[in-house]
């Protein structure tokens, strides 16, 4: 049932993109591959709850846009899910800190902008109908919560790009769950059904790729500059927990992507095969945090199988190598600004 490749090029005119994150070592790599890229332009940050608590989330953003020499609206949103009780953050993958346990931080100006996350996503979307595209790469709280306040955003937003899930393949907190669904299943099903131009990035794709340390080394001995430094650092961190939990990274030392695949599948949209279908979240029990798709054309009995909201676009396969390619060509691309320090005090 309806398998196709993405073919959907980009415009000459950048993309506007809110950039929906828990930064997060996948996170910041996603982050510097859109900054770094000449046909995104990311008009903004919302963070979340999830590899991080929220203000670690908002004081990573701000570090990470500062390290690059970029200045952009920043935002809090959820700290917690809808429904469950919130988890502590996986230190062990992603640092106390988030990045990889940095041994300091420098001084840089920012500070967040005073809206909710929520808020700035619907203020945004009304601002720019049909031109925004939020690519979301951590729990879906901000989302569900904008969809709360504004109720017509799906026929707002241009297109919803998320990370999460997995149909296939093997979850990674429990045997059907991806992380990002796990966190916060309700307002991930909200996300699902809420009737937008949708696309899944789940494990099904993120774990045919891992991005060997070495590729982060040769960007940041390329750039020579704090912010490739830090990824760099970051990565390391992320790459000893991969090599070492995970039978599938441990010959090679390196990480998963993840979060970067979300904006791959923007920027090159041919490298990936799709299969469209509607796709539920169980909320509740074992299977808590499964994302379970219609993959064929039955008539399934039971209710919430209906047909009257257009399918997810889920992605099922990616062209690995290439996409490391495309992922290496990026970042290597003269993309870095001097970072701008704060006063001293
Ligand atoms: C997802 O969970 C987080 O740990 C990563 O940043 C990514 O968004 C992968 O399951
Ligand atoms: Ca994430």
Redesign the pocket.
């Known amino acids: 049932m309806n398998i196709l490749l993405k073919q959907q090029p980009m415009s000459t005119i950048p993309r506007k993109v809110i950039f929906d994150?828990?930064?997060?070592?996948?996170?910041a790599m996603?982050l510097f591959y859109a900054l770094a890229h000449p046909d995104i332009d990311v008009v903004g940050i919302t963070t979340t709850f999830?590899?991080v608590y929220v203000e670690q989330a908002v004081t990573n953003a701000l570090y990470l846009c500062a390290l690059a020499g970029r200045s952009m609206p920043v935002t809090q949103g959820v700290g917690k899910p809808i429904t469950k009780v919130a988890e502590a953050p996986?230190e062990h993958?992603?640092g106390a800190d988030g990045l990889g346990n940095l041994p300091h931080r420098i001084a840089l100006q920012g500070q967040p902008d005073p809206r909710t996350s929520a808020q700035f996503i619907v203020d945004m979307a009304r601002r720019y109908p049909g031109e925004i595209t939020l690519v979301a790469?951590?729990p879906l709280g901000n989302l569900a919560a904008a969809l709360q306040l504004a109720p017509e955003l799906p026929t707002l937003v241009r297109e919803v790009i998320l990370?999460?899930g997995t149909v296939l393949e093997s979850g990674?907190?429990s045997p059907v769950a991806?992380?990002?669904i796990w966190?916060d299943p309700h307002a991930a099903d909200a996300v699902f059904t809420a009737g937008w131009p949708l696309t899944m990035v789940g494990?099904d794709v993120?774990h045919q790729l891992i991005l060997p340390l070495t590729l982060f080394q040769n960007i940041a001995q390329h750039h020579q500059h704090i912010a490739t430094d830090t990824l760099y650092h970051a990565v390391q961190f992320y790459s000893a927990f991969y090599s070492q939990h995970d039978p599938v990274v441990a010959h090679i030392n390196g990480c998963?992507g993840?979060?970067v695949l979300a904006f791959v599948v923007l920027t090159n949209p041919e490298l990936f095969t799709l299969q469209a279908g509607r796709v539920r979240v169980a909320t509740d029990g074992l299977a808590q945090g499964q994302t379970m798709m219609r993959r064929k054309d039955i008539s399934y009995p039971q209710h919430g199988w209906h047909d009257d909201i257009p399918p997810t676009q889920v992605c099922m396969d990616v062209q690995a190598d290439a996409c490391k390619a495309v992922i290496e060509a990026t970042l290597m691309r003269p993309w870095l600004q001097t970072p701008e320090k704060s006063p001293a005090k």
């Open positions: 994150t828990d930064p997060g070592v996948d996170d996603a999830g590899n996986p993958i992603h790469v951590g990370m999460g990674n907190v991806e992380a990002n966190n494990l993120t998963y993840h979060d």
